[in-house]
């Protein structure tokens, strides 16, 4: 054996030496990673721009509500600047003085005496002036404030007014002269731009007051920062006009021991130096005192977690959406990443490298969607600035809340590209290398979880909402137990649950509809199978627009349930679009016969000014509030109609311990509602026969509730005043026995009635009419047939049209300014309950919305990824027609799934409550309310809707030289 024999042999019999490659530290790996991220960015910039927009959106919306809420907290400064103007503080009598009366420091609305905060207020005057409590030589500008009527345009209007020199130029920041002159003479005034325009004035011109009748010159405009610019005002020349002015001080600085002094002397003061500083306080009970800056500082909290709550919903849908779309780049780098892992990349370097992408694109789309949102709420805060400067303070940035979005931003960001992440880090490199494109297994575990989970959902919500009406309806139970709240978190958590294990199910879904698709063609073969094979795309996106669609179903159902319920018990004043106008006393003493008319005859000249073409008065029985018997007529009488006392029992029982309430004109204990002919039609919203009328004027009473009715008559019985408020006339409403069961098992019965002053029978005409208040009418002359004594109480008028929102504003207007001293008069229109229209149709526009933009967003996704597959398709034949099917089919899976699941989830929590409600027994919801057709049509038309739009957008030419072969 030769030398170079033997030193072969010896080489092959000595093991080799593997030689590692050199370690890279950390930062290395993390700064290559970066770099590869920052790359694949810039190269695939049409799915970063997707996902950019998808992440920057919500983060805009955040951002701009977080600006628009800020803004309307104010700070200590900008809420001295508004209440003092130039002004260091102003000082008010609102004390005894010597009765150790206190104020808190920067909230001068909290008084007391001592420890007391009963509102009882000692003995003694008032002081007068704070000269003598305040240094020798102290200036000061008083000014005063109330409210006067004044005649406008259309009639009367109550404006705010002040009286002093608001026009001082130390008031600037509070008030300021806007056009003209200040006033000089005592007949002289200023006035608000929006006085003139409802006056229909001009500076130079002149404003009457109502109730006087004195004129004033008009000399300038002026403006109050905390009124809005549509606000009326008036500013007079004397001070003391409107009582004990406030004396505002230019120049004297108060600190926390001189306001206490004047506190002592019976005065609060407004400082400005104790505001923007206040010192330590607690309040003299011993209760915990808060001060402005921490309520300001509570508030921005608040705003925070209504801002997270809102994002962690955003969230979801984000990362489900931009992780559909990371798991498409992912593939589309799979090739990049092959090569990377070939020249020593492991696999925390991939998943590294699809992080980082989501890092990076979450910190540039939360840049733009920052900036996106304060130029948003700039443009909101313009647009619906009402100029007040108590409605944005100011225009504020958040920026500490801004960088929580900007970090959340990024979260998101990095969570979408999380799943996909974790899929690069298992691919197989030499099959990538090589372009192989597998299809994905699906595996029986996640199913196995998902199906149970789903049951699991299912059972919580039923078995909670079962819980949670019998904690309801439970007298035994403390009302602060935690048994009383958590069967509703099950009834809510329940169906989140079920919607959980429907994605986790998903591809297996998707599988199991695949097979049954398969036999409807090749279209609908091919998309299906394509939903399955790239479960990364389709799963997340139909999982967003389930959650999308079971919020929408979750709040139709469980609110249109709510609101019928609602509507069921609905007390109608009078029939919908009715003007109705109440007079009532100013004081504690019953209207008189002549104030009521006074008062009637002004506001039915105030209602016609405001479009009201016809009117009826309704009269009906004082009645007295009073603490000892003899404040009450001894001769005064009042008259009701009579339940039978079997209908009383009947009722009771049937009450179930729910309780009973009444209107004004309905009351069991004054029922009986004085109605001319000429009106019963405008009242009870019903047409009247002939023979009614006559009947009705003959004697006869409209009865609107048949268990007052007994033999075709109804009873109608008298006692004194004083028997009704100290006892002695009848309950005359249904008592449930449960209610008044003793803890020895005895029921309580009410004391019976003393003999009545008179009892008569009246012939009743049954009528339906479901949108009155009314429960008994009759004539004026049955009422003095019958010896009752009425007062006019109710004018209802009919528009011309059916009134909008400007119409009843105007009625209000001008008939509340018509209220005096003597008499209060208010008004409003019947509109009948809330409908579910308001709130219905746009949640429906927005599930649409949102809907139709995942569904794009998904759609999207699967055509740019089937192009390889498309050029295949052409390349063996396939016709544009068949590729157009596919999309079709391929919007019905994604979107149909996506509908299906959401709506079988979101009907969980109204079936909740409605077991929740008839277990409780009390006012109990019914499941026909839900409006199960509209439901329907939301989970069939849309997804069918999806998929026409998605089968007439035509595909791509495809490439042919792109031709892939699918293994």
């Not at 699809?354 to 990076?360: A, I, N, R």
């Not at 006074?598 to 009201?612: I, K, L």
Request: proline content about 5%.
């Amino acid at each position: 054996m030769t030398e170079v024999q033997e030193r072969r042999r010896t080489d092959a019999a000595t093991p080799a030496t593997r030689v590692k490659p050199p370690k890279r530290s950390r930062s290395a790996r993390l700064r290559v990673s970066a770099r590869i991220a920052r790359r694949q960015v810039r190269r695939t910039w049409v799915s970063s721009l997707l996902i950019m927009t998808l992440i920057a959106l919500p983060i805009a919306g955040m951002a701009g509500v977080a600006v628009y809420v800020d803004s309307m907290i104010g700070t200590p400064e900008e809420r001295a600047d508004v209440e003092l103007g130039r002004m260091q503080a102003w000082v008010g009598a609102a004390g005894v003085p010597g009765e150790g009366f206190w104020q808190a420091p920067d909230q001068v609305w909290m008084t007391g005496y001592g420890s007391d905060f009963s509102g009882e207020i000692p003995e003694g005057e008032f002081p007068t002036d704070p000269t003598s409590a305040l240094p020798a030589g102290t200036r000061t500008v008083a000014i005063s404030q109330g409210e006067i009527r004044i005649e406008t345009a259309e009639g009367m209007g109550l404006v705010t007014a002040w009286g002093g020199a608001i026009w001082d130029d130390r008031f600037e920041g509070k008030f300021a002269l806007v056009d003209g002159r200040a006033p000089a003479a005592s007949d002289e005034v200023l006035v608000t731009a929006a006085t003139l325009d409802r006056i229909d004035g001009r500076i130079g011109g002149e404003i009457v007051l109502a109730e006087s009748g004195d004129a004033y010159k008009i000399t300038g405009t002026f403006d109050d920062a905390s009124m809005p610019h549509d606000r009326s005002g008036v500013a007079f020349v004397d001070a003391d006009r409107f009582g004990t002015p406030a004396w505002y001080l230019p120049e004297l600085s108060l600190d926390w021991p001189a306001v206490q002094e004047l506190n002592e002397a019976g005065f609060v003061a407004y400082s400005r130096e104790v505001v923007l500083d206040p010192p330590a306080f607690s309040l003299p009970d011993g209760n915990m005192y808060v001060d402005s800056a921490t309520q300001q500082l509570y508030s921005v909290l608040a705003l925070a977690a209504g801002l997270g709550a809102g994002g962690v919903a955003a969230a979801y849908m984000v990362v489900m959406l931009a992780g559909a779309a990371f798991a498409v780049s992912a593939r589309r780098q799979q090739r990049a990443l092959a090569i990377a892992a070939s020249v020593g990349a492991d696999a925390k370097d991939l998943r590294r490298t699809v992080l980082l992408q989501g890092t990076v694109l979450g910190l540039i789309a939360g840049g733009v969607g920052l900036a996106a949102g304060v130029g948003l709420g700039a443009l909101v805060m313009a647009l619906t600035d009402n100029g007040s400067a108590t409605m944005f303070w100011g225009f504020h940035v958040p920026w500490l809340l801004l960088v929580g979005i900007l970090v959340f931003a990024v979260l998101v960001g990095t969570a979408s590209a999380l799943v996909p992440a974790r899929g690069v880090g298992r691919s197989d490199t030499i099959s990538a290398l090589r372009g192989a494109r597998r299809p994905q297994k699906v595996t029986a575990a996640r199913p196995l979880w998902g199906s149970l989970l789903i049951l699991v959902g299912v059972a919580i919500t039923v078995v909670c909402g079962i819980a949670a009406g019998a904690v309801t309806a439970s007298t035994t139970l403390a009302y602060d137990s935690p048994l009383r709240w958590l069967p509703f978190v099950g009834i809510i958590g329940g169906p989140i649950l079920a919607q959980i294990g429907i994605i986790l199910s998903g591809r297996w879904l998707l599988w199991l509809a695949s097979r049954l698709l398969s036999r409807l063609g090749i279209a609908a073969r091919m998309a299906s199978r394509d939903a399955v094979a790239n479960g990364a795309r389709t799963v997340p996106a139909f999982a967003a627009i389930g959650a999308t669609v079971f919020v929408g179903v979750f709040a139709i159902g469980l609110g249109v349930m709510s609101v019928e319920q609602s509507a069921r018990s609905y007390m109608y004043s009078a029939p919908i679009g009715t003007a109705i106008t109440t007079l009532y006393p100013a004081g504690e003493a019953p209207l008189d016969a002549a104030t009521a008319g006074t008062a009637a005859d002004a506001a039915r000249d105030a209602m016609v000014a405001a479009g009201v073409v016809e009117t009826t008065t309704v009269s009906r029985q004082e009645e007295y509030w009073a603490e000892t018997a003899s404040e009450i007529p001894a001769d005064a009488l009042r008259a009701t109609a009579l339940m039978p006392e079997r209908v009383l029992r009947e009722r009771g029982e049937d009450a179930a311990g729910m309780g009973w309430s009444w209107g004004e004109l309905n009351g069991p204990q004054n029922n009986l509602t004085v109605v001319p002919a000429d009106g019963l039609e405008t009242v009870l919203g019903v047409r009247v026969s002939a023979e009614e009328r006559a009947a009705y004027e003959g004697g006869a009473a409209f009865v609107l509730d048949a268990g007052y009715v007994t033999d075709d008559t109804i009873a109608v019985g008298a006692w004194t005043e004083r028997q009704w408020v100290f006892g002695g006339a009848p309950e005359n409403y249904p008592i449930d026995p449960a209610t008044l069961a003793r803890d020895d098992g005895t029921v309580f019965e009410p004391e019976p009635a003393e003999d009545a002053a008179w009892e008569r029978r009246l012939d009743a005409i049954v009528v339906d009419a479901p949108e009155s208040g009314v429960t008994v009418a009759i004539s004026p002359e049955t009422a003095a047939d019958l010896g009752i004594t009425v007062v006019e109480r109710h004018l209802f008028g009919q528009f011309a049209e059916p009134p909008t929102q400007d119409d009843m504003d105007r009625l209000y207007a001008l008939v509340d300014g018509t209220s005096t001293d003597e008499y209060g008069v208010s008004s409003w229109v019947e509109t009948g309950p809330s409908g579910a229209e308001s709130w219905l149709i746009p949640l429906l526009i927005g599930v649409a919305v949102l809907v139709v933009g995942a569904s794009a967003v998904a759609l999207g996704l699967a055509r740019f990824e089937r192009r390889p597959d498309d050029a295949t398709l052409a390349a063996v034949g396939g016709t544009r027609g068949l590729r157009r099917r596919i999309g079709f089919w391929q919007g019905l899976v994604i979107a149909g799934f996506g509908t299906f699941a959401g709506a079988t989830a979101g009907i969980l929590p109204p079936i909740g409550f409605w077991l929740q409600s008839q277990t409780a027994g009390q006012g109990a919801m019914d499941l026909a309310d839900i409006p199960w057709w509209l439901l329907g049509t939301l989970v069939v038309a849309l997804p069918l809707g999806i998929a026409a739009v998605n089968w007439l957008v035509s595909p791509r030419t495809p490439a042919l030289t792109r031709r892939n072969v699918i293994a």
